[in-house]
């Protein structure tokens, strides 16, 4: 099956604790995003990555560090200084830095 | 940057009658709009877009329409089922920029 995949479904999260999100797409896009949403709130971005190896922060990038050292894969690392990191995570990819973004089933973080 | 509105927050239809979500943005530079529907817990899936040299697109029972001038976009759904009800998403894009602006959702229930 081709697509976008995101694991784990669920995560929790300990008070000073980093965090990491995986995403892996078999569908040879270039682009990969990050999205953080909230209940009845849209999507906003937090960081993109055009190309392996180059990423951009979005509009919410404090808190949060990504890595792209291959084109399939996409992580998304939560770290203590995130002091709100509640919500629903979502990645998604598009063929080209033009292209339509697909998304993937999300992972829930929550706090303990 | 882009700012995207829409409307309204919450769409209830009874079954077989249309619905009707509208958005407006403001950077004239956009020229991708696509819709996006997402189930309770799960990723935003992809069901129709719109480019701006194109005034309006149908598939089956789902339309969009774009007015360039006025800077707005709607998703018309004729014939609602049950399965339509979900939380709809508009975005809009300039291709060059890459990233979407999303609007902030509306949560739409088709009453059998």
């Known amino acids: 099956d081709g697509g976008i995949t995101q694991s784990p479904k669920y995560l929790f999260r300990k008070e000073g604790q980093n965090v990491t999100l995986s995403c892996e797409q078999n569908?040879?896009?270039?682009?990969m995003y990050w999205y953080r949403q909230d209940p009845g709130q849209g999507l906003r971005l937090i960081y993109y990555s055009q190309i392996v190896n180059d990423f951009q922060k979005g509009d919410i990038a404090e808190g949060y560090s990504v890595s792209r050292e291959k084109k399939e894969s996409f992580p998304l690392t939560v770290t203590s200084a995130q002091k709100n990191p509640t919500a629903f995570y979502l990645c998604a990819s598009s063929p080209s830095w033009a292209g339509t973004q697909y998304f993937g089933p999300g992972t829930r973080l929550l706090v303990l | 940057g882009e700012n995207v509105e829409q409307h309204p927050s919450t769409l209830s239809v009874q079954e077989g009658d249309s619905a009707v979500i509208k958005c407006t943005y403001s950077d004239s530079a956009s020229n991708y709009f696509p819709w996006y529907k997402q189930e309770l817990g799960k990723g935003p899936q992809l069901i129709i877009d719109i480019r701006s040299n194109v005034g309006e697109k149908k598939d089956q029972r789902i339309a969009v329409t774009l007015n360039k001038t006025a800077k707005h976009f709607s998703l018309h759904i004729t014939e609602t089922q049950p399965e339509d009800s979900a939380v709809y998403f508009c975005a809009a894009r300039y291709t060059n920029a890459g990233k979407s602006t999303f609007g902030d959702g509306t949560t739409l229930t088709v009453k059998p």
């Open positions: 569908l040879n896009h270039d682009a």
